[in-house]
T-cell receptor, first 110, second 119 residues
Framework: GQNIDQPTEMTATEGAIVQINCTYQ??????LFWYQQHAGEAPTFLSY????GLEEKGRFSSFLSRSKGYSYLLLKELQMKDSASYLC???????????FGPGTRLSVLP | GAVVSQHPSWVICKSGTSVKIECRSL??????MFWYRQFPKQSLMLMAT?????????EQGVEKDKFLINHASLTLSTLTVTSAHPEDSSFYIC???????????????FGPGTRLTVL
């Protein structure tokens, strides 16, 4: 089966650093994706990991450990506009659909 | 690049009517498009996978006759909600894969979504 787990909600302060965790158990693995979704809008692509390690993109970094079935998204220098839901998605096989986690709603407070 | 559009962005209809939602890849050809449904404060639930020129593959629990999917070209897929009822009210999002993407960069590009309200 496919199971992806994320914390439901998180709160952080503007300027701080926050780490959103994602654990997964899937029948196969061919990549893990992070998306940001503001309320009422479509998800936008943030990052992609297929090999173990850290991928950095500006204020956002994503880490993957395939042996542990674990990933995290790290957001630095938080801004108010970062308040959104963050979705972790796993692709079991290349070319196949993604399985999305429940999403983590992040609230950034002043 | 990699822009996906959806039309309409929102629609209100009466119970029992049918609604068609279009998903277009504007600057790339999409071999595969996906249709998702998202209820408030919930994650995306895949409804079906649409491949150009072939029948869509529906996820378990999704009625094929109620949610008709047509993928007539490499840039257009349509979802028709037939005989819509209030419980079909939701946010419908499509995504597309770029046929040029290589294995390591393959991702899905999402449309802006269509909010359907059935009265």
């Amino acid at each position: 089966g496919q199971n992806i787990d994320q914390p439901t909600e998180m709160t952080a302060t503007e300027g701080a650093i926050v780490q959103i965790n994602c654990t997964y158990q899937t029948s196969g693995f061919n990549g893990l994706f992070w998306y940001q979704q503001h309320a009422g809008e479509a998800p936008t692509f943030l990052s992609y990991n297929v090999l173990d390690g850290l991928e950095e993109k500006g204020r956002f970094s994503s880490f993957l450990s395939r042996s542990k079935g674990y990933s995290y998204l790290l957001l630095k220098e938080l801004q108010m506009k970062d308040s959104a839901s963050y979705l972790c998605a796993v692709r079991a096989l290349y070319g196949q659909n993604f399985v999305f986690g429940p999403g983590t709603r992040l609230s950034v407070l002043p | 690049g990699a822009v996906v559009s959806q039309h309409p962005s929102w629609v209100i209809c009466k119970s029992g009517t049918s609604v068609k939602i279009e998903c277009r890849s504007l600057d790339f050809q999409a071999t595969t498009m996906f249709w998702y449904r998202q209820f408030p404060k919930q994650s995306l639930m895949l409804m079906a996978t649409s491949n150009e020129g072939s029948k869509a593959t529906y996820e378990q629990g999704v009625e094929k006759d109620k949610f008709l999917i047509n993928h007539a070209s490499l840039t257009l897929s349509t979802l028709t909600v037939t005989s819509a009822h209030p419980e079909d009210s939701s946010f419908y999002i499509c995504s597309a894969r770029d046929r040029r993407d290589r294995v390591w960069t393959d991702t899905q590009y999402f449309g802006p979504g269509t909010r359907l309200t059935v009265l």
